[in-house]
């Protein structure tokens, strides 16, 4: 469908796009905790005192996180789609996507450990300021 105003698009594509989350938060049990970790998250930076810089990485990388998942999860229906039975290629298909959930989750807990131990004054840090 083509729009003749901008404006209408992006509302449009506004409502697709929070239909989706609404729609991931209550069907998708791995988004919902991603959630759950967000607010946690906000929450502890909030009462850390941690600096808009800091903050600002830190609930970035999460969202990427939320956002791998939301194409996992929607992958994940695609292949479903397309078969009911058991395949290997799907299943292989389907474990690759949560390998790259699992490792985006890796990276943010080693740079969550790496920003608490700069926030507590943790020696040895060498060139990380």
Do not use: H
Not at 54 to 64: D, E, P, Q
Not at 82 to 95: L, P
């Amino acid at each position: 469908m083509r729009y003749k105003n901008p404006i209408d698009r992006l509302r449009q594509a506004t409502r697709y796009s929070l239909n989706g989350l609404r729609k991931a938060f209550k069907e998708e049990q791995a988004f919902e905790y991603e959630v759950v970790v967000l607010a946690v998250l906000i929450g502890v930076l909030v009462s850390a005192k941690a600096g808009f810089a800091m903050s600002a990485v830190l609930v970035g990388c999460w969202l990427v996180v939320m956002a791998l998942e939301l194409v996992n999860g929607a992958v994940e229906r695609a292949f479903d789609m397309i078969t009911a039975e058991r395949d290997r290629r799907v299943g292989t298909g389907k474990d690759m996507l949560s390998g790259a959930v699992f490792l985006m989750v890796a990276f943010n807990v080693c740079l969550w450990v790496l920003c608490v131990l700069r926030m507590t004054g943790v020696s040895g840090m060498g060139g990380l300021r």
